[in-house]
Structure formats: structure tokens, C-alpha cells
């Protein structure tokens, strides 16, 4: 059974920066999802453990940086410049498998608890 779970979560102030961590267990695809009230779950980042190839989505394309450290077995969404639209729940999740859409939340398997993010203005 793959472990995982989020930590790092807070609140921020508009232009601030947070970095949320993820501990697991084993993945080959790990991925960072969000959701906000009243809104569905979106792909955020993913990371595929072989080599560290990254995919974001648009809207943080520039500003969230997904790394890993596979020494640890953890892997790291550092967001910098947060809008108020940053606000969310966040989520890791993992799969053993080879992914076509990592952005994907039907893709994973194994989901964290979540860790709330909350930027004001």
C-alpha cells in the first residue's frame, strides 16, 4: 500500500510565496492537484521519478516549480507569486504506472489527505 502525505499548507498574503511537500512511499508519477470550494479537482504539476521530467499546468507555469528528492521520497511544489485563485485544497497522488495525462486526476491511485492553501489579498 503506498503512503503518502502533504504538508506545508497556510496562508499567504497576494505576490507571497509557500512550498508544500509531499512524503511517499514509492511513485513513478507523483502529482500535484488543487481544488477549490464548489469547483472540480485540477491538475497542478507532475513529476515522473525516471527523470524528473515536469509538466504544469498553464495558470502556473512560471510561478509553481514541482522538484523531488528521491533519496527522501519526497517531492516538493514550491509556488511563488500567489493570486487569490491560488486558494485551494491541495493534493499529492501517485501511480505505479506510466502516465498519458499526468495532469489527469483519474490517472492516480493513491491520494494524500490534503493540505489547505489560502492567499489573501
Known amino acids: 500500500q503506498v503512503q503518502l502525505g502533504e504538508s506545508g499548507g497556510g496562508s499567504v498574503q497576494v505576490g507571497g510565496s509557500l512550498t508544500l511537500s509531499c512524503a511517499v512511499s514509492?511513485?513513478?508519477?507523483l502529482g500535484w492537484f488543487r481544488q477549490a470550494p464548489g469547483m472540480e479537482r485540477e491538475g497542478v504539476a507532475s513529476i515522473y521519478v525516471t527523470d524528473g521530467y515536469t509538466e504544469y499546468a498553464d495558470f502556473v507555469k512560471g510561478r509553481f516549480i514541482i522538484s523531488q528528492d528521491t533519496s527522501r521520497r519526497t517531492v516538493t511544489l514550491q509556488m511563488n507569486n500567489l493570486k487569490p485563485e491560488d486558494t485551494a485544497m491541495y493534493y499529492c497522488a501517485t501511480s505505479r504506472f506510466l502516465l498519458n495525462r499526468p495532469l489527469r486526476a483519474g490517472e492516480y491511485t493513491y491520494w494524500g489527505q490534503g493540505t489547505q492553501v489560502t492567499v489573501s489579498s
Open positions: 514509492e511513485y513513478t508519477y
